[in-house]
């Protein structure tokens, strides 16, 4: 079974930096595009950043330039650097990859359990 399994999250004060990480593991034979979503209460899960299997990325207006998307494709991780952290970026943070099992000819949509970012002082 292919899952996503997510690290990094954690409480920080407003202007520090975290690094999220997720990786997959399981009967992988490629990945395609990931990305990082965030949910907060009462709102809808959103997009924050997405990178393409070759490396463009895109985010949201609101971490643009604090945020940074990255991946390893020979480990299957998507990485979140994520600086110059402010109250509003406290989220449930989610990674999603688009991955091929072994065996398979087709793309499968995969979501991690999600991690969460807390930024107080």
């Known amino acids: 079974q292919v899952q996503l399994v997510e690290s990094g999250g954690g409480l920080v004060q407003p202007g520090g930096s975290l690094r999220l990480s997720c990786a997959a593991s399981g009967r992988i034979f490629s990945s395609n595009a990931m990305a990082w979503y965030r949910q907060s209460p009462g709102k809808e899960r959103e997009l924050v950043a997405s990178i393409s299997n070759g490396g463009t990325t895109d985010y949201a207006d609101s971490v643009k330039d604090r945020f940074t998307i990255s991946r390893d494709n020979a480990r299957i991780t998507v990485y979140l650097q994520m600086n110059s952290l402010k109250p509003e970026d406290t989220a449930v943070y989610y990674c999603?990859?688009?991955?091929?099992?072994?065996?398979?000819?087709?793309?499968?949509?995969?979501w991690g359990q999600g991690t969460r970012v807390t930024v107080s002082s």
């Open positions: 999603y990859a688009q991955i091929r099992k072994l065996g398979e000819d087709y793309y499968r949509n995969y």
